[in-house]
């Protein structure tokens, strides 16, 4: 049998395969709040091993792209729970991923139209993001250049995502996911390009890493247990004009040995799979699993034979697939069968309403 398709225990959980539902983005939450049609969206899915939401802003701050839920607030946990409540009734498991963009966000999103937030005041040139025009407009604009936070601030990010941990486990979710990767808040912190501070949060691979890794402690603290809680990297990733720096290596070696220290659930590494290329390399993977002896998901540019041929020789334990599950809700038993996969509309995968979303069918039969 495949191995994709075999049991898998992560921490106190018991997954029922090895395949992972990827964090995907799809905005159509006018009011950033979890509703019905979310809770078919994913409870429609729930045959994968793990669900992780879509990023999940701990505050409005965090916020870096319109119509996407938040778990800041009180009505937002009770629209979650209508998720994660659907999910449980067809025996899944589902993690919130908590998410802050920081730069990568537009003055139209944020609190008082202010300026985003990040390390240093260091821009993300040519990088756009879905958000409000002057006549209230959506559409994709350039994001706003950034400010620099505070340390005081910093540390109150941090409180941001604790909480935000607690209203996940209050709305039933089976763990949190922290947002490392794809150029957003932790990592304009990891990447001497887009943090030139001089202060304890810039400077020495231990000072760049230090924001991510006091919140992953808090989170911990904020639900009690540490194998409830994963964060998501991308090492060497160019993504949204993050760029290469020479300790990049370095730097995520330094924090998968920080994070086996905590007994995480998992590390989530996500590939960017730049020009049809791999990024992560099996080099680099086989010297993170040397530094971090805990779960690895792979996410980016994977196929089922490519996911099953990782986990064979022992570089990832779970393979996280995201465009084939917009498209295939029954992703998994079509791995088990061998059954076609279906191609997903890149034209509904933002905005919109239920086309696109929820009207993708099991192989064979309509879907609920």
């Not at 969206?41 to 701990?58: D, H, N």
Request: hydrophobic share 35%; with cysteine; aromatic share 10%.
């Amino acid at each position: 049998m495949s191995n994709l398709l075999d049991r898998h225990e992560l921490g106190a959980i018991s997954l029922k395969n090895r395949v992972v539902m990827a964090p995907m983005t799809r905005a159509r939450n006018a009011d950033c709040v979890a509703a019905s049609h979310n809770a078919t969206y994913y409870g429609q899915r729930a045959g994968a091993g793990l669900i992780v939401t879509e990023g999940t802003p701990v505050s409005p701050q965090g916020q870096g792209y319109a119509f996407v839920p938040g778990i800041w607030s009180d009505e937002q946990v009770v629209g979650w729970r209508g998720v994660t409540d659907r999910v449980h009734e067809r025996s899944g498991r589902i993690f919130a991923q908590l998410w802050h963009v920081g730069r990568l966000s537009h003055s139209s999103l944020q609190p008082g139209q202010q300026r985003p937030v990040s390390a240093s005041e260091t821009p993300a040139d040519g990088v756009m993001t879905y958000a409000f025009d002057h006549s209230g407009g959506l559409g994709f604009l350039p994001v706003t250049p950034p400010r620099a936070l505070t340390v005081n601030e910093i540390e109150s990010v941090t409180a941001e995502f604790a909480n935000a941990a607690k209203n996940a486990d209050s709305a039933g979710f089976d763990g949190v996911e922290l947002h490392g990767a794809n150029g957003y808040i932790f990592e304009q912190f990891f990447n001497p390009n887009s943090n030139v501070r001089e202060d304890q949060y810039g400077g020495s691979i231990e000072n760049r890493t230090r924001f991510a890794l006091e919140s992953v402690d808090h989170v911990i603290a904020a639900i009690g247990d540490s194998a409830r809680v994963g964060i998501r990297l991308s090492p060497f990733s160019q993504s949204f004009d993050m760029q290469p720096y020479d300790e990049a290596e370095q730097t995520y070696l330094h924090l998968g040995q920080e994070l086996a220290k905590r007994n995480l659930a998992y590390v989530h590494i996500n590939d960017q799979f730049a020009g049809g290329n791999r990024v992560v390399s099996k080099d680099f993977l086989a010297k993170f699993r040397a530094a971090y002896s805990g779960s690895v998901i792979l996410a980016g540019g994977l196929n089922q034979q490519l996911a099953e041929d990782y986990v064979a020789e022992g570089l990832i334990d779970l393979a996280a697939f995201g465009q084939p599950f917009i498209s295939n809700p029954d992703l998994p038993e079509r791995f088990r069968n061998n059954w076609e996969l279906a191609v997903p509309n890149k034209d509904t995968f933002y905005g919109g309403g239920l086309e696109g979303y929820t009207d993708y069918p099991d192989y064979g039969r309509v879907s609920v």
